[in-house]
């Protein structure tokens, strides 16, 4: 692997971190759409599209003026060869720009 492709031991460290945090706020609230995000990031790093588009997803049914969101989604659903899903999320996407 690259060493540009390479996560130091600070990287993972730093995104464990935040995912602990992240999981501490969704145990005390489940709508936390700051945590759900990052949850979601989390799961798109480790190659979990369908767990991050369902984090996602979930962002979508009580705040879905969550920004970025849609874009966020879109990304997910080209990764997953889910053109149709895509292309609608970025038309979402465009009514909130």
Known sequence: ???SRRRTV???TNANQYVSAADE???LDPRDADAL????????R???LEAAARA???IA????DYPGLWRFLARLYEAMEE???AGICLARASMAD
Request: avoid cysteine.
């Open 1 to 3: 692997m690259p060493s």
């Open 37 to 44: 995000f990052t949850t979601a990031a989390f799961l798109a």
């Open 25 to 27: 706020r969704l145990s």
């Open 61 to 64: 049914d009580f705040d879905s």
């Open 10 to 12: 600070l990287e993972v």
């Open 46 to 48: 480790q190659g979990k």
């Open 56 to 58: 996602l997803d979930r």
């Open 83 to 85: 053109e149709r899903l």
